[in-house]
């Protein structure tokens, strides 16, 4: 059974800085893309940025020049580190990731920027 759990998640002032984990369980062999999801309180989930398997990464406009992606294939984890958070950063952070064809999302974790 495929699960991934995210963690990192904790309350920061703004301007600091913070790294969410996702990391996938199961028998699995590869893991194509992958990517983070948030969903802010009363909007819809929206993209915030996301890796292939060969690295390449694309970024929200919103988050471009402060978030960055990157993964560890051999452990199975994809990472997420925000600096200069803005309190409109504030969301439920989803992992989601697409493994032998099925897209399989995380629990969520949160994230909230005081001002």
């Known amino acids: 059974q495929v699960r991934l759990v995210e963690s990192g998640g904790d309350l920061v002032q703004a301007g600091g800085s913070l790294e969410l984990s996702c990391t996938a369980s199961g028998i699995i062999f590869n893991i194509n893309g992958m990517a983070w999801y948030r969903q802010a309180p009363g909007k819809e989930r929206e993209l915030v940025g996301s890796?292939?398997?060969?690295?390449?990464?694309n970024y929200a406009e919103s988050v471009k020049g402060r978030f960055a992606i990157t993964r560890d294939s051999t452990k199975k984890t994809m990472y997420l580190k925000m600096n200069s958070l803005k309190p409109e950063d504030t969301a439920v952070y989803y992992c989601?990731?697409?493994?032998?064809?099925?897209?399989?999302w995380g629990q969520g974790t949160q994230v909230t920027v005081s001002s």
């Open positions: 989601h990731a697409i493994i032998y064809g099925t897209g399989y």
């Open positions: 890796i292939t398997s060969a690295g390449a990464t």
